[in-house]
């Protein structure tokens, strides 16, 4: 693996790569990086998960002018999340340079953009139909556009954004460099590429290899605000010895990192607006077992070197199939068994039938469990811990206070009263989980075959949670406390599907 500072780039851009976290270039940044700083027009053909961001990132952003205030990066994206998703990056690349970065997509008032653009941003990120809609408008200019991104251009093929696509680029100066990005080359983005771009370099990345055998994969569908419920009761029947679990967004991880640790859990949360030595601190007390819970957003958990992890658990499902490859190959590790569990909303289904077909492996739907199974979990945990403490047989003197006792009450009867004060009993402790979006619908993914499975294996409201969308509460959310044994790592009850 080549280093980010074997690749010629400013001092500012390499301060700001290592503040998010990264050394090792990935084989898509090598090569559009060293091709991208020489000015050359680049298709580059690699799924997403591979770092192609910070790819085309960082030769875009080595090339603003920061006294000029025109627009001179201009990035398409399809979505509005990969649209606020790149914005998001670009702006910590950028963020020593002090680049002036704005997003801009449908769904958001027109009005507001109209506005931010007058702060005279230097690079654009936008999806087609509001990039159009503010040309034609005349309130977005790209006379002084000298470099173009187009990303995932075989999503917006499919989305049908092509002619809009061909409209945008013949708006910008002939004068630039292109950057195309692209997991497939189909025809139509061939023909863009011949139409656009001055014989362009081709930068193809095989994709990896999936390899997810010793990793036992679970689903379970559920609503947005049933998710943090569903997921704690699975926290006191699984007893991870160590978790990761995944959010999609910062406020996700912050929020999940808070609410665990008001259930009783010990949890830090990492992601990339942390300091480098802060994140450092965190890993450290994750390595050795101080914290039972690592809570990461993908782009901070990129290149963690962790074993021991027991169990991941997404809390919202990745976008693409290589980042669930990459987030649950954290367990499974040294000829280990792993546990992953994703969560699904109903519209994300069709993401799930796309990660299935990418690691060739049918996930089982789990029906998660009640709040009766959850608490047992927890005395399972008080009875392997007094066991534990009784085989130890360092007891001292405690033995004449327990002959005095067994004087007084039943032998079965002091037993159950030390398990039940063990026993962390189940707090209905409200936790604040904001709602997010869910990704842009996918269609069904071709998820429906033989027998379908929109029921998925989640049945009815298990949840004690008062429903409101921006809060969770649980009778089953107790955590535990960490000096007993592991538990016996069981899933819950669980649910194959046949297909």
């Known amino acids: 693996m ?15 790569v290592k503040r998010m976290g990264f050394e090792e270039a990935t084989p898509i940044q090598e090569g559009t990086i060293r091709l991208g700083m020489e000015g050359k027009d680049i298709i580059g053909q690699a799924q997403t998960g591979t770092g192609k961001t910070t790819a085309f990132g960082i030769p875009l952003i080595e090339k603003i002018d920061t006294k000029d205030g025109n627009v001179q990066g201009l990035v398409i994206a399809p979505t509005r999340e990969l649209a606020i998703q790149v914005s998001e990056e670009l702006y910590r690349l950028g963020q020593d340079k002090h680049v002036r970065i704005l997003s801009v997509y449908g769904g958001q008032e027109i009005g ?78 061939r023909r863009i590429a011949e139409k656009f771009m001055k014989t362009p370099e081709i930068v193809k990345i095989k994709s990896k290899e999936m390899t997810v055998e010793n990793i036992e994969q679970f689903f379970v569908k559920s609503v947005e605000r049933e998710k943090f ?39 830090e949360g990492i992601h990339g607006d942390l300091s480098q030595a802060k994140r450092m601190s ?34 919202d499902i990745p976008q693409d199939p290589e980042s669930y490859v990459h987030r649950i190959g954290r367990t499974g590790r040294a000829g280990k068994k792993g546990v992953a569990v ?3 909303t109903p519209r994300e289904m069709g993401y799930l039938g796309i990660v299935e077909r990418t690691t060739k492996k049918k996930m089982q739907a789990l029906i998660p469990p009640t709040a009766d199974e959850a608490v047992l979990g927890q005395k399972r945990v008080a009875m392997e811990q007094l066991q534990e403490m009784t085989e130890k047989n360092n007891l001292g003197d405690y033995r004449t206070f327990a002959a005095e006792m067994l004087e007084k009450f039943d032998a079965v009867d002091l037993i159950a009263a030390a398990l039940k004060t063990m026993t962390k009993e189940p707090e209905d402790i409200p936790v604040q989980i904001s709602e ?19 029921g998925g294996g989640y049945k009815g409201n298990r949840s004690s949670g008062s ?33």
């Open 2 to 16: 080549v280093k980010f500072s074997e690749l010629n780039i400013s001092e500012t851009s390499l301060k700001s």
């Open 112 to 189: 507001r953009q109209i506005r931010a653009l007058k702060n005279r941003p230097q690079i654009i990120v936008g999806t087609p139909g509001r990039l159009l809609d503010h040309i034609n408008r005349r309130t977005l200019k790209l006379d002084n556009v000298n470099t173009l991104v187009l990303d995932e251009a075989d999503e917006m093929l499919n989305m049908g954004f092509i002619e809009d696509i061909q409209t945008i680029m013949a708006s910008v100066p002939e004068e630039r460099q292109t950057l195309l990005f692209s997991a497939t080359m189909p025809d139509p983005i």
């Open 229 to 267: 419920d569903i997921l704690s009761r699975l926290l006191n029947v699984h007893q991870p010895e160590l978790a990761i679990i995944f959010g999609r967004t910062k406020r996700r991880v912050d929020e999940l990192a808070k609410a665990l640790n008001i259930r009783g859990y010990v949890a």
């Open 282 to 315: 965190v890993l450290k007390q994750f390595k050795s077992n101080k914290i039972d819970i690592l809570v990461a957003t993908d782009v901070a958990a990129r290149g963690l070197d962790i074993s021991g992890v027991s169990h991941v658990y997404n809390f």
């Open 342 to 344: 994703t969560f699904v």
């Open 436 to 454: 997010e979006r869910p990704l842009p619908s996918r269609g069904g993914g071709g998820y429906k075959g033989k027998g379908g499975r929109s």
């Open 467 to 499: 429903g409101r969308p921006s809060s969770s509460r649980s009778s089953s959310g107790a955590g535990r406390r960490r000096e007993g044994g592991s538990g016996s790592g069981r899933p819950g009850r669980t649910r194959r599907h046949e297909s």
